[in-house]
């Protein structure tokens, strides 16, 4: 999965455990280009909707009881022998807008903000996807 790749591009970008004192702090934004319309690929962009494409993606919903793609949404999902909250901060279909906070205690926190646009006459969609990460533990970094 892309957010995988790019944690791993985090860490190993990430200042050395006791360098300082500071927390490992790291930014990323990149284009991804689909080859869908941005009101085909929207609803796919919810922790409900990725269960239709993402393969082993299965998060455990603690609310809406049963799973929704709308703002406020909490899951769990397993990450490297540990256990990820994420909330749903923004579900925005007229913005075509999906914004996350992660947080793996002890670990790190992630905001992931994904906004999409019409490309190549509107037939496709440009993925604008910012990847934001603070480590909160040498393990994080």
Excluded: N
Aim: zero cysteines.
């Amino acid at each position: 999965m892309i957010q995988e790749i790019l944690l791993l591009q985090a860490l190993a970008l990430a200042k050395p455990p006791g360098s300082g004192g500071e927390a490992a702090h790291l930014q990323r934004t990149y284009v991804q280009h689909l080859a869908a319309p941005p009101q085909e690929v929207f609803p796919l962009m919810g922790p409900f909707g990725e269960k239709k494409w993402a393969k082993g993606w299965d998060p455990r919903f603690v609310f809406p009881p049963g799973g929704g793609d709308q703002a406020g949404a909490v899951f769990i999902t397993p990450s490297h022998g540990s256990e990820t909250v994420w909330v749903l901060t923004a579900f925005d279909a007229r913005r075509r807008h999906v914004e996350y906070v992660q947080v793996t205690p002890g670990v790190k926190v992630a905001l992931l903000s994904v906004t999409l646009e019409p490309a190549a006459g509107g037939r496709e969609t440009a993925a604008e996807i910012s990847y934001t990460w603070t480590a909160l533990s040498e393990r994080g970094e």
